[in-house]
């Protein structure tokens, strides 16, 4: 299954996509509902390091991750998602 949303291919509703050539490192097609958003996140120019435990915990702090879980229809969602 493949949905052409304004110009762009997606192999299906909520499913993260690398961006190529755009101002955000990540891009999905978020469906809560009957809402359709499309949504970007993460700084192209950074290097993700969900390796490092230190890295991880800060950013899932700073982020409030766990604490206050955010809409599915949030960029704070997906970014929190990956990590």
Same mark, same amino acid.
């Given at each position: 299954?493949?949905? #052409?949303? =304004?110009?762009? %291919? &997606?192999?299906?509703? /909520?499913?993260?996509?690398?961006? !190529?050539?755009?101002?955000?490192?990540?891009?999905?097609?978020?469906?809560?509902?009957? #809402?359709? =958003?499309?949504? %970007? &996140?993460?700084?192209? /120019?950074?290097?993700?390091?969900? !390796?490092?435990?230190?890295?991880?915990?800060?950013?899932?702090?700073?982020?409030?991750?766990?604490?206050?879980?955010?809409?599915?229809?949030?960029?704070?969602?997906?970014?929190?998602?990956?990590?």
């Amino acid at each position: 299954m493949s949905i #052409t949303y =304004r110009g762009e %291919r &997606f192999s299906g509703y /909520n499913k993260p996509k690398r961006t !190529s050539g755009k101002n955000k490192k990540f891009a999905v097609l978020a469906k809560q509902g009957d #809402t359709v =958003r499309l949504i %970007r &996140f993460g700084d192209p /120019n950074m290097r993700i390091k969900k !390796s490092n435990p230190k890295n991880r915990a800060s950013f899932r702090a700073r982020h409030k991750c766990d604490t206050n879980p955010p809409s599915k229809l949030t960029a704070r969602y997906w970014s929190c998602k990956n990590w």
